[in-house]
């Protein structure tokens, strides 16, 4: 079986034309938004906004706030910055997206798929352990790839 890879991004310091100028010259078919909350005072990525964009260029957009930060664990690891504990804390909250994950994990062999988060650094973003546990349900054919 061939390799699939799964991209993710965040839009943290780029412009809405940076960005999907990323994602169309990666041949990403899907952007999947995972923040909890998909509302941005960066112009262009709200929800709307980036489904409009995507639909013109051809790209699907889909949001899944269920794989969002809870605003509870958000605020603990602003508070304390110890990715660690947010790491721990958000994969106890991520026990309960069993389904959400493994709907996902199919879409993702069907499509090339993006992760969508706000972070730059996909090392301080939830996004990077969605992406783990999706591979694991794939492991053998998945790559990640963080743009």
Do not use: W
């Not at 034309?17 to 938004?33: L, P």
């Amino acid at each position: 079986m061939e390799k699939s890879t799964l991209f993710t991004i965040g839009y943290q310091g780029l412009s809405q034309e940076a960005f999907f100028k990323r994602i169309v010259s990666n041949g990403v078919e899907t952007v999947i938004d995972v923040r909890a909350v998909p509302h941005s005072r960066k112009k262009g990525f709200s929800k709307k906004g980036l489904a409009s964009r995507s639909g013109e260029l051809g790209i699907r957009y889909e949001h899944i706030g269920s794989l969002g930060t809870p605003e509870d664990i958000r605020k603990e690891f602003k508070a304390n910055g110890d990715f660690e504990e947010f790491t721990e804390l958000y994969l106890n909250n991520l026990a309960g997206e069993i389904d959400t994950i493994s709907d996902l994990s199919d879409k993702i062999m069907g499509s090339v798929c993006c992760l969508l988060c706000y972070e730059k650094a996909a090392s301080e973003c939830h996004r990077s352990i969605v992406a783990k546990e999706i591979a694991k349900r794939i492991p053998s054919s998945l790559k990640v790839h963080h743009l």
